[in-house]
């Protein structure tokens, strides 16, 4: 494993007595994309402008490559941000925007030549040098913000919900831009979205937050997969979320059903949290289902259909390539693999955090 | 129709708008001297004007203070626009309001309170003080003007130079500035009008020998405003009207610039930063030279407007090595408070009969020592006892200017000869009859008809006089100050109240007209050279006043100011016999009976005065 690149020990922060951040730590290693993920005012960004060095903490210390970097100015670090409305320079040409930092490091002008050429390279932006930021469209400015963060070849690139101006298809589009650029320069991407989907697209380490607290880290499938608490697995993609007890392992209680499941050690009647996927509920006969109820509600969404369906006082959330028509008496069966289990929220923090999602 | 009557109702009101400025405009193109007559096109006003050293000086003071105050207050205005935008919201709000204030708040009461600071600082009125309080007054527009343009600025974008290395200096000029010029920019130029543009709080603050080109062309309303000033109105609303052009259309260009190629933000940039040093280099050097001390010291006078011959205070200049601090003003009851607070320093004064006893009473005349001023033989003896009513002793004026106040008649309309204050009554003049709109001379025309003094403070003939005034008021066609003369030329009413000197002035341009002194008697006025009693420069004060009484120089003040002079000497030197003789000019004091001065009644009087005044102009 790479060694840590960024490691956060104990930073609190708070503004106007709110408190933001409380005693967070968090690493980031070497050539990681990582994504801080959350609802806003989850404190994400806070996080990211204290590395940018935008925001003091009120505690705690900021380590870069185990020097301790708390009190140096932002520009006096050899870090880069992409900005979310992309803050270009309006008065200066492409090409000043992305000299900008070289000319300040007093590079020669050949090699900032050298480097604007292969910025706009980069980002597929050949031959923009000399247009204004304003002729561009939003998706091209924002290529431009990142060329002119990584033509100073910074050990770390922080990215603040960059694509979040943009429509979903330039969206899409610079997910994949964003994961080449990565995997060409080999340097390190902090990245900050509220979008769970441009989450699990790009990221190496997802680090969920809510009310200043990290909820789960994990890669993309053990967030989705295997979420650690009901506001994780309400926040990433959708979810049917349940109140159960864990009758003894293997073995879960909920909507007066007895499920199979494949979880151990819970204990034995212990209130838990279950989270089912609408995609791995499976619909049939109505006696062959493990409960029955009748569907509520159809929506055709393309690649699936979008079911509703009301069985054992619950309203199941239900994706499924075959079609079940409103008033159709059905059952319901999950593969005990796809039962995901989890303890309920323990603290006070967490619970309140859980509550007002 | 409809369209027709919508075109019509704008015509209107743009006349209304346009109509006073192309009046001015056009008077200013007039030879002649009198708004009453077309003399043919000139173009002579403009170049008087810029041979006018005096109006040069206060053209040069205007843009001094124009172009020093609005770029400190751009400065200024613009850190603050830093720290503001960096603020809470809510506290930028109030500060934001705070800032408005002084926008709303009356001029008047913006000189007054900064005078008053002034004061208890114990600061000394001149320059600086003009510059101080012009700095303040503009700093809110700066604000006003820049504020919306932090606003606009991405806040990202000063962190994004930060993040690219930039320092924070080096940040907010590459990238903040150039964001924020067109807010700069117009806040320095609506400074700038502002400034340019101020009368009130300049008044307020300004000292001795300082004069702005606003209260250059106000300390000339006593004796009527030169064309020359048209011709400098005519200049200053086609500067301001500029100015505001570029104002409206500065953001305009900006937008169409941004197609041009680059550097383009570099040049202005260095080019305003350049200006900027340079103005407040080259403005110090020139300003640190003009007061700049002379060998023989110095005198302060404070004159009327339009009360000396410049040529005369240069010639006291280069005979004695004294330097002339000149500072002009409108009224006696102008230049009082300015006297009383002890603001300014002055050495001279020139105040008129009742304000010298005023100012007598008040201590705040020194005794002047007329060993020092042989000169004063020149002076007409009759004068000098005329004098005894406001300065029983002769011990405190030295008359300079005199006058009567008597009636002038347009002969074509008056056939029989006038020689009393009755023809003012008499209903056969109805409607052609001229007053002065002023408590004592109305009194005065009153009082005298009556057989009573002029300087009555007896309740019951007061009360006399108000009634006849009331009584013949239905039968004035107005009461008004400087329009006596153009009326009276213009052959617009058929007898009129008026002063001597005016009256000379309009038979030389109506020879219809005639001037009388009534046989009830009148008043003679007498503006009278008086030394402070805190004058710094007592000695050259005595200089000036004995300069001033040499016959060559009462001589050349006469043919400046117009005024008859008291200076016997000097009348014999006037070449046209026409005037030397003129019994208007120079009217044989002991041929007149029951001539008097005004005198100052004290407070409690005054206040009846008014009273009874305000009765009569609201009937």
Redesign the interface.
């Known amino acids: 494993m790479a060694n840590k690149l960024i490691d956060l020990l104990g930073i609190t922060k708070s503004y106007n007595n709110n408190i933001v951040l409380d005693d967070f730590n968090l690493y980031i290693r070497e050539n990681e994309f990582l994504t801080l993920l959350g609802p806003s005012g989850c404190g994400k960004t806070t996080t990211l402008r204290i590395i ?3 925001e003091q903490p009120d505690s705690g210390k900021v380590m870069l490559d185990g020097r301790d970097i708390t009190n140096v ?4 670090r050899q ?3 992409v ?11 492409i090409a ?1 925007n992305i000299a ?2 070289l000319k ?2 007093n590079k020669s002008k050949t090699y900032i030549d050298d480097k604007i050429k292969y910025a706009l390279k980069l980002v597929n932006l050949d031959g923009y040098g ?1 247009r ?1 930021p ?1 002729s561009l469209s939003g998706g091209q400015q924002q290529r431009i ?1 990142i060329a ?2 990584i033509v ?1 070849e910074p050990k770390i690139l922080l990215l603040d919900e960059p694509l979040g101006a943009l429509d979903l298809k330039l969206r899409q589009d610079m997910q994949y831009e964003l994961i080449r650029l990565k995997n060409e320069l080999g340097i390190t991407f902090i990245y900050v979205t509220h979008d769970q989907e441009e989450a699990l697209t790009m990221s190496d380490t997802i680090v969920v937050m809510n009310q200043g607290y990290i909820q789960q880290i994990g890669t993309p499938e053990d967030i989705y997969n295997e979420p650690q608490n009901a506001f994780v697995a309400d926040f990433i993609g959708d979810s049917n979320l349940i109140d159960a007890v864990m009758i003894e392992d293997r073995l879960v209680s909920f909507l007066n059903a007895k499920w199979n499941c494949v979880d151990e050690n819970f204990g034995v009647n212990k209130p838990v949290d279950v989270v089912i996927r609408p995609e791995d509920v499976v619909l049939c006969k109505p006696e062959d289902g493990t409960i029955s109820g009748e569907v509520t509600h159809v929506i055709f969404k393309g690649v699936h259909y979008e079911m509703e369906v009301m069985a054992g006082n619950f309203e199941w959330l239900v994706h499924s390539t075959l079609m079940h028509p409103v008033g159709e008496k059905v059952g319901i069966t999950v593969d005990p693999f796809n039962i995901q289990i989890m303890n309920k929220p323990e603290s006070e923090d967490e619970e309140v955090a859980y509550i007002e999602e | 129709m409809k369209r027709f009557l919508e075109r019509f109702y704008i015509a209107i009101i743009f006349i209304f708008l346009y109509a006073p400025i192309v009046m001015l405009m056009v008077l200013s193109f007039n030879n002649s001297r009198t708004r009453a007559k077309w003399g043919g096109f000139t173009t002579g006003w403009y170049r008087a004007l810029f041979q006018n050293q005096a109006i040069m000086e206060a053209l040069y003071n205007t843009l001094f203070i124009a172009i020093v105050s609005s770029v400190i207050a751009t400065i200024i205005g613009t850190i603050t626009c830093i720290a503001l935008s960096n603020m809470k919201s809510h506290s930028r709000t109030v500060l934001l309001g705070i800032n408005n204030i002084p926008m709303l708040n009356a001029d008047i009461v913006t000189g007054i309170s900064l005078m008053l600071l002034f004061i208890s600082f114990g600061f000394r009125f001149g320059m600086h003080t003009i510059l101080l309080a012009h700095i303040t007054f503009n700093i809110p527009y700066v604000i006003l003007n820049v504020m919306p343009k932090f606003r606009q600025l991405n806040p990202n974008t000063y962190e994004a130079a930060l993040d690219l290395g930039a320092s924070p200096v080096y940040a907010f000029f590459k990238v903040i500035f150039p964001d924020i010029l067109p807010g700069i920019l117009s806040g320095f130029l609506m400074a700038f009008t502002m400034s340019l543009d101020d009368f009130v709080i300049t008044h307020f603050t300004k000292g001795a020998g300082v004069d702005t080109l606003s209260t250059k062309i106000y300390t000339e309303v006593r004796k009527g405003i030169k064309p020359e000033m048209y011709a400098l109105s005519t200049i200053i609303f086609a500067t301001v009207f500029v100015l505001l052009l570029f104002i409206n259309l500065a953001p305009a260009k900006k937008e169409k610039q941004i197609i041009s190629k680059e550097k383009r933000h570099t040049l202005p940039q260095k080019a305003v930063a350049f200006a900027v040093i340079s103005i407040l280099v080259i403005s110090t050097l020139i300003y640190s030279n003009l007061s700049k001390d002379k060998e023989g010291g110095q005198v302060i006078v404070y004159n009327w407007g339009e009360y000396l011959d410049p040529e005369a205070l240069k010639i006291f200049q280069e005979e004695t090595g004294i330097e002339v601090i000149y500072d002009e003003y409108e009224t006696n009851e102008n230049m009082y408070p300015k006297i009383e607070s002890g603001a300014a320093e002055y050495d001279i004064v020139c105040p008129s009969d009742y304000m010298i006893q005023k100012m007598i009473e008040k201590d705040l005349l020194a005794q002047i020592d007329f060993s020092n001023i042989p000169n004063i033989k020149n002076i007409d003896s009759n004068y000098m006892e005329q004098s005894k009513e406001f300065d029983p002793d002769n011990k405190y004026s030295v008359p300079y200017c005199v006058g009567t106040v008597g009636i002038l008649y347009n002969k074509s309309m008056v056939t029989e000869s006038i020689d009393s204050w009755d023809v003012l009554w008499d209903k056969q003049y109805a409607d052609n009859i001229l007053m002065q709109d002023s408590v004592r001379d109305a009194f005065m025309v009153a009082l005298k008809k009556l057989g009573y003094s002029m300087n009555s403070t007896n309740e019951k003939e007061l009360e006399e006089a108000k009634e006849a005034l009331i009584e013949q008021k239905p039968l004035t066609q107005a009461y008004v100050v400087d329009q006596v003369r153009d009326k009276m030329i213009g052959n617009e009413a058929a007898i009129g109240v008026i002063y001597s000197g005016e009256a000379i002035y309009s038979q030389r341009e109506n020879e219809n007209l005639e001037y009388v002194i009534p046989k009830e008697g009148t008043n003679v006025w007498i503006d009278s050279w008086c030394i402070l009693k805190n004058a710094p420069n007592k000695e050259n004060a005595e200089k000036f006043i004995n300069f001033l009484c040499r016959p060559d120089i009462a001589l050349m003040n006469f043919e400046y100011i117009t005024y008859s002079t008291p200076n016997a000497e000097a009348r014999k030197l006037i070449e046209d016999e026409d005037i030397r003789n003129s019994q208007i000019a120079f009217p044989d004091l002991s041929q007149y009976n029951n001539l008097e001065t005004y005198q100052y009644l004290g407070e409690d009087a005054d206040y009846i005065y008014n009273e009874l005044w305000k009765e009569i102009k609201s009937k």
């Not at chain 1, 100015?73 to 006096?76: G, I, L």
């Not at chain 1, 270009?88 to 040409?93: A, G, K, R």
């Open positions: 940018g060095g935008f100015p932002p520009n006096k870090l880069n941000t900005f979310q409305k992309y803050a270009l320079f309006t008065h200066m040409t000043e900008f930092g300040l490091k000399n204004k304003d913000a002119r963060a100073n």
